[in-house]
């Protein structure tokens, strides 16, 4: 008899589980949310523009392409990337601009012009990022890294590297702080401050000057629209619009799943591709007590404001657009995709995005108007507007908005990746509280990358296959 599986969500995560276990010979049913695939790393369209909801970029292409390949794929064949070349600047509170290309000598030019001295030491820095992300890339698609994973490319001898944090690495580079602030702006995104930040975020200007950043030319949407239908293809079964309500266990075994329209689907495994603290704390009644309690300690990511703009005037380069505020205050950042590909323009008018990162604390103690009101700020301020002659607001996303259309978990994008969390093992893909289930996305990897949450799926899968074997 045929196993059958159900699938929570449509996230990057489910998607390669679905495809996985479907090639495998199960039958396989997603339950999604929203009336298209992809999660937070889908698309929409406004006035004739296609935005990107989520991510804007992809820095790890060799974990996205091993993805693909795992399910019998190739990622150049489905999608189109075109490499970034002009890839970010950073306007520092302290009047500096620290900026990355993809060519390293160009990039350690502009630090040594405005930092004698500095230039070589970030090249030396880059050198050993390189060198330690080589080793440490294996246990990315590795479900349950341990003691005999580290003896892989002697990646034992970064264990040190791996109980740091990303600001006691980059301490040691004895580069200028601007530079620092730079490298770290990643930490923003998230909320967090640098010391709490996981050291392999130091890896980012190593992958730039590598194997590159890349964007692709239909936008990130059409990476869960091209695995959506390979998994279609494969027979996989898609039932948009319907929430899952619970997971229905017995007896420390899942059985299903209850939707909102009351309904029971019954199945031999689960794989909650919903937050993962929310898989537990709100869909598991099962989950122990003393487990709710430490989930309930994790602190959250929150999904910040948005605004989708039309713009016209000049789009220069770089691709992205940092700005640190003096007031100590999160970062803001401008993504122009024309600069990427120009033929995203219609009209003399292309698509742009201003993004506002929110400490999830500080997001969740205002009212919708007041988040709102924020973003109204954000909009208000003149240093993005610069090049341009005219500008559109097509859309905007506050996060309270955010967690009402795409059904997140107290209105966020799953737990911060710290580097305690990370050195703990973050949440595992096989659940220890119920079996039969099993966790994707990036509360289970590194962090919300789009390559990590597609690894992700494909791991969950793997021990779900096992286990029924």
């Known amino acids: 008899m045929t196993r059958r599986v159900v699938i929570i969500g449509t996230g990057m995560g489910g998607l390669t589980a679905a495809l996985r276990l479907a090639q495998q010979g199960l039958n396989v049913r997603v339950i999604e949310a929203r009336k298209e695939a992809g999660g937070l790393a889908s698309a929409f369209e406004k006035d004739g523009f296609v935005f990107d909801a989520g991510p804007y970029i992809l820095l790890d292409r060799p974990g996205l392409e091993w993805a693909f390949r795992s399910l019998g794929l190739e990622l150049s064949d489905r999608v189109t990337l075109r490499r970034i070349e002009d890839v970010y600047e950073v306007f520092s509170s302290e009047g500096a601009t620290v900026h990355f290309y993809a060519d390293e000598e160009r990039t350690a030019a502009g630090m040594e012009a405005e930092w004698p001295g500095s230039g070589q030491r970030y090249q030396r820095f880059v050198a050993e990022m390189r060198e330690a992300h080589q080793q440490l890339s294996p246990l990315l698609t590795v479900s349950h890294p341990g003691p005999a994973s580290l003896f892989h490319n002697r990646a034992f001898t970064r264990i040190p590297f791996l109980l740091r944090s990303l600001g006691s690495v980059l301490k040691r580079a004895n580069l200028p702080q601007p530079v620092v602030d730079a490298?770290?702006?990643?930490?923003?995104?998230?909320?967090?401050?640098?010391?709490?930040?996981?050291?392999?975020?130091?890896?980012?200007?190593?992958?730039?000057?590598?194997?590159?950043?890349?964007?692709?030319?239909?936008?990130?949407?059409?990476?869960?629209?091209?695995l959506a239908r390979a998994a279609e293809e494969a027979g996989v079964e898609f039932q948009y619009g319907t929430t899952v309500r619970s997971i229905v266990a017995h007896d420390g075994r899942v059985r299903g799943v209850e939707t909102n329209q009351d309904e029971i689907i019954s199945a031999d495994a689960v794989v909650s591709?919903?937050?993962?603290?929310?898989?537990?704390?709100?869909?598991?009644?099962?989950?122990?007590?003393?487990?709710?309690?430490?989930?309930?300690?994790?602190?959250?990511?929150?999904?910040?404001?948005?605004?989708?703009?039309?713009?016209?005037?000049?789009?220069?380069?770089?691709?992205?657009?940092?700005?640190?505020?003096?007031?100590?205050?999160?970062?803001?950042?401008?993504?122009?995709?024309a600069v990427v590909a120009p033929e995203l323009e219609r009209n003399g008018w292309a698509p742009a995005r201003l993004i506002s990162p929110m400490k999830y604390e500080s997001a969740e103690r205002l009212s919708l108007a007041q988040q709102r009101e924020h973003l109204d700020r954000l909009l208000a301020e003149s240093w993005w507007r610069k090049s341009f002659n005219e500008v559109r607001v097509l859309h905007t996303r506050v996060p309270s908005e955010w967690g009402a259309q795409y059904g997140l978990y107290q209105n966020s994008m799953n737990p911060v990746m710290t580097s305690r969390f990370m050195r703990a093992g973050r949440l595992a893909h096989r659940s220890p509280h119920a079996r039969g289930l099993y966790l994707a996305g990036s509360s289970t990897h590194p962090g919300q990358?789009?390559?990590?949450?597609?690894?992700?799926?494909?791991?969950?899968?793997?021990?779900?296959l096992e286990d029924m074997n």
């Open 449 to 464: 990358w789009v390559s990590f949450c597609a690894i992700s799926g494909i791991l969950a899968a793997n021990d779900l």
């Open 183 to 226: 490298i770290a702006i990643w930490t923003q995104i998230a909320g967090q401050p640098i010391d709490e930040a996981p050291s392999p975020l130091a890896f980012v200007p190593a992958l730039i000057h590598s194997v590159g950043a890349f964007y692709p030319v239909e936008g990130i949407g059409t990476i869960p629209r091209t």
């Open 273 to 337: 591709n919903y937050n993962g603290i929310g898989t537990y704390l709100e869909m598991l009644a099962d989950t122990p007590a003393r487990a709710r309690e430490k989930l309930k300690m994790l602190p959250l990511q929150s999904p910040g404001a948005c605004a989708y703009l039309a713009v016209r005037g000049e789009i220069e380069p770089p691709y992205l657009r940092f700005q640190l505020p003096q007031n100590g205050e999160l970062c803001r950042l401008l993504v122009t995709p």
